[in-house]
């Protein structure tokens, strides 16, 4: 099917769905999710597919282009400067026709108002983009009557946690070929260590140290390392040396062995703690039934 235009009117198969479904369609382009708006603006091939407009003013049309973009993107002030541009297009061609001292008058008009309008256009246009990219042509469903909210149900840190490892692992492997040798499996190496700690934990509960250091290592330490190298063009992240000495791809090998080591520590200390405390208990018995015996 093909996209509506984003002043169509939503059709009946559309509004009979939507009312089933307890929703209203409400006339006009429905808002594009952020993300999809970054990549269309970010992307050279879709800006120069939607500033073929340009082409209007170049050939002495302003006011065409303007009327266009401004029926298009609902604004007022792109309409005003189209009537603007056609009411002195129209000065200039009758002066042109008057002949005489008027034609030079006509012609002066007629290639200042050109030349103001493609410069206009030019100066509109990333305008023009930001507001097309903000939409995806398509009617929009809303509810006809809020739906009752529902307290959301407390969400367990732990499982939280393991949600991000396994994140930022699909990020690490999603990305493989972007990354240096070594930055994977020190990633996978994390994840060997963390996984069976996060179990342990959610068993048997956390306490706020040890939630504290994880969501260190998991929301912050781990991803922020990965998301700045990513950050970087690749050629300059594998080629070019910092103060230290080392390039940007040696330095997150280097943090991430570093976590590596960092997740080996704390997987060791909570097993001590775990340990120490089955040996507190078994020092207690101990005591407690020797005691018993001798008393018999």
Do not use: C
């Not at 002043?7 to 509004?15: G, M």
């Amino acid at each position: 099917m093909a996209p509506s235009r984003p002043d169509q009117r939503p059709s009946r198969a559309l509004r009979r769905a939507a009312a089933v479904e307890g929703k209203v369609v409400r006339r006009g382009p429905a808002q594009a999710p952020p993300e999809l708006v970054s990549r269309r603006l970010r992307s050279r091939t879709w800006r120069a597919a939607n500033s073929w407009w340009l082409a209007i003013p170049a050939v002495g049309l302003p006011w065409l282009s303007f009327l266009y973009m401004g029926l298009r993107g609902r604004r007022a002030r792109w309409v005003f400067a189209a009537v603007a541009y056609a009411a002195a297009m129209s000065g200039a061609a009758t002066a042109v026709a008057a002949q005489g001292w008027w034609l030079w008058l006509g012609i002066l008009l007629g290639a200042g108002t050109w030349g103001l309008g493609l410069v206009h256009s030019v100066m509109a246009n990333s305008t023009w983009l930001r507001l097309k990219a903000a939409f995806t042509g398509e009617p929009v469903l809303e509810q006809s009557s809020p739906a009752p909210v529902e307290p959301a149900a407390p969400v367990d840190p732990v499982v939280g946690l393991q949600n991000s490892l396994r994140e930022v692992v699909r990020i690490a492997n999603r990305n493989g070929g972007r990354l240096p040798d070594g930055a994977v499996p020190a990633v996978r190496e994390i994840e060997d260590v963390l996984k069976p700690l996060l179990a342990h934990v959610a068993k048997r509960g956390a306490d706020v140290e040890e939630l504290h250091n994880l969501e260190a290592i998991l929301t912050e330490y781990l991803p922020g390392a990965l998301d700045h190298y990513l950050d970087l063009p690749e050629d300059y992240a594998l080629t070019n040396r910092g103060p230290s000495g080392s390039t940007p791809a040696e330095e997150l090998v280097t943090q991430l062995r570093l976590l590596v080591d960092g997740a080996k520590d704390l997987q060791r200390a909570v097993y001590d703690h775990d340990a120490q405390k089955l040996s507190v208990q078994g020092r207690f018995l101990d005591a407690k039934f020797r005691r018993s015996d001798l008393d018999l």
